[in-house]
């Protein structure tokens, strides 16, 4: 056995940190699931053996490339696009993409890293990936836009496949940019195939892909407040994000009885003590995504509500929490004000969402946490969906896709529980999550032997 098989923890993050300088992110969601891991593998000698966690936390390979386009004043812009394939053990590699100015090398391998167990968890075969670019699409026309998907794809294409690695959509990327290179994909390759993700209803796309996350997101709070004999009927929730999952996660908390007093975007939060109902998410969906528009102009069209600049809004009390914006968004401060002021569970729709000291913070005071690997599942389960009904040349209908997606949900919940349950009527998500995706991934590689 060598010496090197059984370092501890603190030695063991001492490496990840020493090979992956000035990637906080990484090394954050590295931290996170080692945490957790180490503990499980303590007595399994074969996982210390093969080196299993070493390998998922070193990316398959990190693809990365210049992404060159046009503005409308026809000058040259030039970008950074990668591609991160983290581990193909149990699927293609599956993950969205993103574009953001704060999209780094770290932020897409710790995206990539929390993708590997998420995509375990929901059952399906999926391996873990992600990609993006520093590009900002805020202030960009819309021709500015298309013109940088095409440039992206134009080298992304040779990286992608439908039984290679499957992107989608993620911060910055919706429907719009996955048509724009999956038609520039199309262009190159002539080939029309289920390479993307979150595509249009008439050209391959599934039903509720849209919906999923923030669905996902909430039906998994469901379950934990089921644990405890409670729904979500007349709870009040705090909401961050004004994006895809966040408006989402808002529409079906307010089917299920419950009442959202806070969007937000990085311009700060809205605040709407009457609630924000159908009507007013719609409002948002159709400003945020087709006007283009900011959260703060909320106010102007509801007079009533309240706009925090430059704030998250982890203070307004509430029953339940959803981080659906961004990474570290609810920091260890946030973690314990939102606990004295009484909030009973916390689901993540955003990726890492919460700092490691708001995690800790979660974890002592044992209340119902999901970390996102978990509980924002849902939309890449229903891309998993959107892949086979590629593969079989057909669509499904709503109802069994909504079904289906609640039963995922349901399973990813018993999942946890198998591994995350400490007795005493406390559940401790975060290692569940961990442990559950860890081992189909670990199991799986260790059948390829030293690859
Ligand atoms: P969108 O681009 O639709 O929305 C992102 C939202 O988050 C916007 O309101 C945006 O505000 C806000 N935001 C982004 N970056 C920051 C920041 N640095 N500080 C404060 N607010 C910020 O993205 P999604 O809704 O798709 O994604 C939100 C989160 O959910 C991400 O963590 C993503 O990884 C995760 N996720 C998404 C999935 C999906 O299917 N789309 C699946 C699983 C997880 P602004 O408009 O000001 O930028
Ligand atoms: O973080 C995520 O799970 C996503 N952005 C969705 C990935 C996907 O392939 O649907």
Redesign the pocket.
């Known amino acids: 056995m060598a010496v090197s098989d059984h370092v501890d923890l603190p030695t063991f993050m001492e490496g990840v940190k020493k090979r992956n300088p000035y990637q906080p992110e990484f090394v954050q969601a590295v931290q996170e699931v080692a945490e957790d891991i180490f503990e499980f593998i303590q007595d399994k000698e074969e996982y210390h053996a093969q080196q299993i966690l070493r390998r998922i936390a070193e990316p398959d390979r990190v693809v990365s490339f210049r992404v060159c386009w046009e503005d409308d004043n026809g000058n040259v812009r030039v970008q950074r696009g990668w591609r991160v394939q983290n581990n193909n053990a149990i699927g293609p590699y599956k993950g969205?993409i993103?574009f953001?100015p704060?999209v780094t090398e770290s932020v897409l391998k710790f995206?990539a890293f929390e993708q590997t167990f998420k995509n375990a968890l929901t059952g399906l075969p999926m391996g873990g990936g992600k990609g993006g670019s520093n590009f900002n699409p805020?202030g960009k026309s819309v021709r500015e836009i298309m013109r940088f998907c095409q440039s992206f794809m134009t080298e992304l294409y040779r990286h992608i496949g439908a039984d290679i690695d499957v992107p989608?959509?993620?911060?910055?990327?919706?429907g719009r940019e996955i048509g724009y290179m999956f038609g520039q994909y199309k262009r190159i390759t002539n080939n029309f195939t289920g390479v993307l993700t979150?595509k249009g209803l008439e050209w391959g796309g599934s039903l509720i892909?849209t919906e999923?996350?923030?669905y996902g997101a909430v039906y998994f709070l469901a379950n934990m407040l089921a644990t405890k004999g409670e729904d979500l009927n007349g709870k009040t929730a705090v909401i961050?994000?004004?994006?895809?999952?966040?408006?989402h996660a808002a529409e079906k908390i307010v089917q299920l009885g419950g009442k959202v007093l806070t969007?937000?975007?990085?311009?700060g939060y809205i605040h709407d003590p009457d609630g924000i109902d159908q009507e007013k998410i719609d409002w948002v969906k159709t400003h945020?995504t087709h006007r283009r528009g900011?959260?703060e102009e909320y106010v102007e069209a509801y007079p009533r509500a309240t706009f925090h600049a430059g704030k998250?809004p982890w203070g307004v009390p509430c029953d339940v929490a959803l981080p659906?914006?961004?990474?570290n968004?609810l920091l260890g401060d946030d973690a314990r004000t939102l606990i004295a002021n009484g909030c009973k569970a916390v689901s993540e729709?955003?990726?890492?969402?919460t700092d490691l000291e708001g995690v800790h913070v979660f974890k002592a005071a044992k209340i119902l946490y999901a970390p996102?690997k978990a509980s924002?599942?849902?939309?890449?389960a229903v891309?998993g969906l959107e892949m086979s009904q590629n593969s079989e040349r057909r669509s499904w209908k709503e109802e069994e896709l909504q079904q289906m997606l609640k039963d995922i949900m349901a399973g990813i919940h018993k999942s946890c529980l198998a591994y995350g349950d400490q007795g005493g009527g406390y559940i401790d998500y975060v290692k569940g999550a961990n442990i559950a995706g860890f081992k189909k991934v670990a199991d799986a590689m260790l059948a390829f032997g030293v690859v």
């Open positions: 969205g993103r953001h704060s995206l805020k989608a959509g993620d911060i910055g990327v919706g979150g892909r999923a996350t923030g961050s994000g004004s994006g895809n999952v966040a408006t969007l937000s975007d990085s311009g945020k900011r959260i998250t659906c914006a961004t990474q968004e729709g955003a990726n890492m969402p996102g924002n599942a849902g939309g890449v891309s």
